[in-house]
């Protein structure tokens, strides 16, 4: 049983467009939700987050949309740059689990120059 | 200051051997996470410490996994008689265990079960 699901394996973005990734959770219980980025042979680091009492959370380039009743979030990178190629992973936390995160399967993001 | 330290970065063994795999994490960080990836997949939890003590163990697959965290920082994660199966990436990650805190991730301990 998921409870996370990033249903895009890979995405193909031209530099300077819009890179848009999206995730769907079914655990109501989650109520912090994190995105992480990984480079090939490097762990996971954090990029942004957002609280369920809200929306949308920016910082510079990347904004984090958050549709509770959908159950669904979204990453946007604008403009993009082929330094964000990378895999982005949804992880969101659930009230009282320990910080611990429950993981998306990842998409692959490739910005093309 | 120095992130989250992984030894050995990679590790081969023979099925049927014991191996551990070694965490220190980020000084004062009183939370660390083991967490287990395969190829084409998201980061698995296995288990969580908040210092010495193991407060969530869900995760771990078996009991030929085991997991130790002595003095509240570096932690050693212990398998009994790999299987090929057990092959993938083990990330360990640290936190400062308040409130909603990011992890902070090492790179990871690449195993190779032969």
């Known amino acids: 049983d998921q409870q996370v699901k990033q249903n895009s394996p890979s995405l193909s973005v031209q530099e300077g467009r819009i890179s848009i990734l999206n995730c769907d959770y079914t655990?109501?219980?989650?109520?912090?939700f994190l995105w992480y980025k990984k480079y090939p042979a490097e762990g996971p680091t954090f990029l942004i987050s957002i609280s369920s009492i809200k929306d949308k959370n920016e910082d510079g380039r990347f904004t984090v949309f958050l549709n509770k009743s959908a159950k669904h979030l979204s990453l946007h990178i604008v403009p993009s740059q082929p330094g964000d190629s990378a895999v982005y992973f949804c992880a969101p936390q659930g009230n009282n689990q320990g910080g611990k995160l429950i993981f998306g399967q990842g998409t692959e993001l490739s910005v093309k120059p | 200051g120095a992130g989250v330290s992984q030894t050995p970065s990679n590790k081969v063994t023979e099925k049927g051997k014991y191996v551990e795999l070694r965490c220190d994490p980020i000084s004062g960080h009183t939370a660390l996470y083991w967490y287990r990836q395969s190829l084409g997949q998201g980061p698995e939890f296995l288990i969580y410490f908040q210092g010495t003590g193991a407060a969530d163990d869900s995760g771990l697959p078996n009991d030929r996994f085991f997991a130790v965290r002595p003095e509240g920082s570096v932690s050693t994660l212990k398998i009994q008689r790999t299987e090929r199966g057990d092959s993938a990436v083990y990330l360990c990650?640290?936190?400062?265990?308040?409130?909603?805190?990011?992890?902070?991730f090492g790179n990871g301990t690449r195993l190779t079960v032969t």
């Open positions: 990650a640290s936190s400062l265990g308040q409130g909603y805190s990011p992890l902070h």
């Open positions: 655990n109501s219980m989650f109520d912090y």
